[in-house]
């Protein structure tokens, strides 16, 4: 079953965004669209796994440069 983030996990991942120094709305909302899809991936892949572990699993994805790459 796929998973579908809720508006209130959207602003937690912003805000985590935001946390990491992107301050512009544009960019802000780039990055959102993919961490979004890849926290929505694993949660459906892995149904056990924690929203907040998915997030970090995402965000690890990113490699050691995180969301500069984006």
């Known amino acids: 079953m796929k998973t579908v983030l809720t508006s209130e996990q959207l602003e937690e991942i912003k805000t985590f965004i935001r946390k990491r120094g992107f301050k512009e709305a544009d960019l ?3 990055i959102l669209d993919h961490m979004a899809c890849r926290v929505e991936e694993k949660m ?3 149904p056990s796994l924690d929203f ?3 997030v970090r699993s995402a965000h690890q994805d990113f490699g050691v440069l995180g969301f500069s790459v984006v």
């Open 44 to 46: 459906s892949a892995q």
């Open 52 to 54: 907040h572990d998915a």
């Open 28 to 30: 802000q909302y780039e």
